[in-house]
Nanobody, 124 residues
Framework: QVQLAESGGGLVQAGDSLRLSCAAS????????MAWFRQAPGQERREFLA?????????DYADSVKGRFTISRDNAKNTVVLQMNDLKPEDTAVYYC????????????????WGQGTQVTVSS
């Protein structure tokens, strides 16, 4: 399986932008569908944000972030990026990247590899 490590989190103000990166190591990164999830304080489940297919030709976004967040990947560099614009206090959470085989899914249970998470805090 692929190993994942997120970076780029931090403390920002409402309206700011932030770019999260996820570096993958291991075998065949390009064979994995990638996604970003987040887990807000007090929430049991992780919320799907965005997913991208193996080639990058297909993407899917949650309504809560559509138009503000953009997912992309670079298979040559084994990285997936989440560009976050116009951040809001309700975006405060720990952000995770995740990997799975086959099609994009919004179901966290289908993802086989997870990073350790990176904290994003948005102040009002």
């Amino acid at each position: 399986q692929v190993q994942l490590a997120e970076s780029g989190g931090g403390l920002v103000q409402a309206g700011d932008s932030l770019r999260l990166s996820c570096a993958a190591s291991g075998r065949a990164f390009s064979a994995y569908t990638m996604a970003w999830f987040r887990q807000a304080p007090g929430q049991e489940r992780r919320e799907f944000l965005a997913g991208i297919s193996q080639s990058g030709s297909s993407t899917d976004y949650a309504d809560s972030v559509k138009g503000r967040f953009t997912i992309s990947r670079d298979n040559a560099k084994n990285t997936v990026v989440l560009q976050m614009n116009d951040l809001k206090p309700e975006d405060t959470a720990v952000y995770y990247c995740a990997a799975k085989r086959l099609p994009i899914s919004r179901n966290q249970g289908q993802y086989v590899s997870w990073g350790q998470g990176t904290q994003v805090t948005v102040s009002s």
